[in-house]
């Protein structure tokens, strides 16, 4: 199976290499389940740019991202991300993404301001942005001839001339092994480029608004094959999942706060049901980045005891609520919650991973022809914590940087690699085993690796996960993969990189909060871990 391209991830990311390349190029896309399972197709707020630079500029939202960053943004990154932020919503438009308008005045649009903001910015589809993107961008996507969709199929590993036993020379991606979970049998992907864009790792947490598929693959794939990885330890709980039994892991989108909720105490808090918290926190209140509104909510709930607090927006207008919010209010609504009327049950939730595979501002990696876009890669852009509605505009500025660095590149042959070889090992006949440590590293890395951390939980995690891994690692050596199989082991990958990146960050900062070192330093420095081998510069 040969192709110019595979990209791996069917979110925002990996859409827009796809279509930002030419129709000459044959392209495989591989979604580990269906199109629409990506955090892409769950994002609710919108994507923060400017347009209008007399109403604002990208200097603010440069200044506003650098600012929510905690001090640890890479600069250049980042001017090159927000200038590009114009381009990437007009191509948007181009491609016939109904963004949301301004009541008062059709001809505009209607622009959201959210946490760490200074202006309204935010380009959003009524509270459904994320899917709206993916629903116009599909039928672009399966109208093209050059392009195939391989939904069902789960990324195995990297195929690299390391790996091939060709170490005279740098090491080259060149392809990458896929199962198909339909019949278990493992393809061989030939490629010249490979992209990765597999999303976050929420899955390694016990309790994420992101979906299933969020297993960190391509950060642990990377990491395998010879590419560092930056910043792991900057995990972004959402401050607002709701809080119900029979909800999923919903998200009450940013721009609630945004738009005038408040967060207060519920009524298991006694004298203070009711009561306002985050003024006490921080002068921004509600409007204060994320990293700051779940660690006080956090507080609040460990101080009083709560399960959860309160999102209060029930003094604004029902119908405005009702035509900015129509799928949280309809959500709400089936659960018995009226957001017009009544407080949304709320807590923190893993939601964003702001670290990943080291790349620039083309999405290349470590390893020749091999680029990481989207929540798998670091280009700095991030920093310490991730301003809101930043990581659709990032997908889209170095999905189409990536594509152009693609195109730019010299044609090379797609060779034949060798099959996948499962000749040595057998079924499996105790999955109960992958189940239980599943369950047993996501509950660990909850309690241990959460909002606050300790050095002393975090060397338990650590011991945990070294256990956990030499269990996995036998258990891969000797019997047939399964799509279980590898994200368990992609998940330990993945949880091993944030406690090392947490154990070596000796202050707090941003997401990182460690209550034995509380202070920060006077300049920040990004974590960045490199693999055993010998990494050879990129050629």
Request: hydrophobic share 40%; charged share 20%; glycine share 8%.
């Amino acid at each position: 199976m040969k192709y110019d391209v595979v990209i791996v991830g069917s979110g925002l990311a990996g859409l827009s290499v796809a279509l930002r390349l030419p129709q000459s190029f044959k392209i495989a896309i591989i979604c580990k389940r269906t199109f629409w399972e990506s955090s892409s197709n769950l994002a609710q707020g919108g994507i923060a740019a400017v347009l209008n630079p007399v109403l604002d500029s990208t200097a603010k939202h440069f200044e506003d991202t650098l600012t929510a960053g905690a001090g640890l943004c890479d600069e250049a990154a980042t001017q090159f991300i927000v200038e590009h932020g114009g381009e990437a919503i007009d191509w948007l438009i181009n491609q016939g993404v109904p963004f949301s308008r301004d009541a008062s005045d059709n001809s505009d649009y209607h622009l959201t301001r959210e946490g760490g903001h200074s202006q309204r910015r935010i380009f959003h589809a009524a509270d459904a942005t994320g899917h709206v993107v993916q629903e116009t961008l599909e039928k672009i996507i399966r109208n093209s001839p050059n392009i195939e969709l391989f939904e069902n199929h789960c990324a195995v590993d990297l195929i690299t001339s390391e790996k091939l036993g060709n170490s005279d020379q740098p090491n080259q991606c060149h392809g990458i092994y896929v199962l198909d979970v339909a019949n278990g049998v493992v393809k061989t992907f030939s490629a010249c480029h490979t992209v990765l864009a597999t999303g976050g790792a929420g899955k390694v947490y016990l309790y994420t608004t992101n979906p299933d598929t969020s297993t960190g693959d391509g950060v642990a794939m990377a990491w395998r094959a010879g590419c560092r990885v930056s910043n792991m330890e900057f995990v972004q709980f959402h401050p607002t999942c709701l809080y119900h039994p029979y909800a999923k892991s919903f998200l009450i989108s940013e721009s609630v706060r945004g738009e005038g909720g408040l967060l207060k105490l519920p009524p298991d808090a006694g004298a203070d049901a009711g009561k306002r918290f985050m003024p006490e926190h921080d002068e921004r209140a509600e409007l204060a980045p994320r990293d700051i509104v779940a660690r006080s909510i956090d507080f609040e709930m460990k101080k009083r005891g709560l399960d959860y607090v309160h999102l209060d927006i029930s003094h604004q207008d029902p119908e405005f609520l009702k035509s900015h919010f129509p799928t949280i209010y309809a959500r709400c609504l089936e659960l018995g919650i009226d957001m017009t009327k009544e407080p949304i049950p709320v807590v923190p939730a893993t939601h964003f991973s702001c670290g990943g595979v080291v790349t620039d501002t083309k999405g290349r990696t470590d390893i020749r022809n091999l680029y990481a876009v989207g929540e798998t890669a670091c280009t700095g852009l991030h920093g310490a914590n991730r301003l809101a509605s930043n990581s659709l505009l990032e997908c889209l500025v170095i999905g189409k940087a990536a594509a152009e660095h693609i195109v730019s590149q010299p044609d090379e042959p797609v060779l034949d690699l060798p099959a996948w070889d499962e000749s040595q090992v057998s079924n499996a006949n105790e999955d109960v085993v992958i189940s239980h440590n599943w369950d047993e590293l996501r509950l660990f890395m909850w309690n241990y690796v959460g909002i606050v951390r300790t050095t002393k939980r975090l060397e338990r995690a650590q011991h945990r996960i070294n256990l956990l891994r030499e269990e996995i690692d036998e258990y891969y050596a000797n019997f047939i993969i399964s799509q279980n199989l590898l994200e368990l082991r992609n998940l330990v990958d993945v949880a091993a990189l944030i406690v090392e990146s947490a154990l070596s960050r000796k202050e707090s900062r941003g997401l990182h909060y460690n209550a034995d070192y509380p202070a920060t330093f006077p300049k920040g420095m990004p974590t960045v871990l490199t693999p055993k081998r010998k990494r050879r510069n990129q050629a």
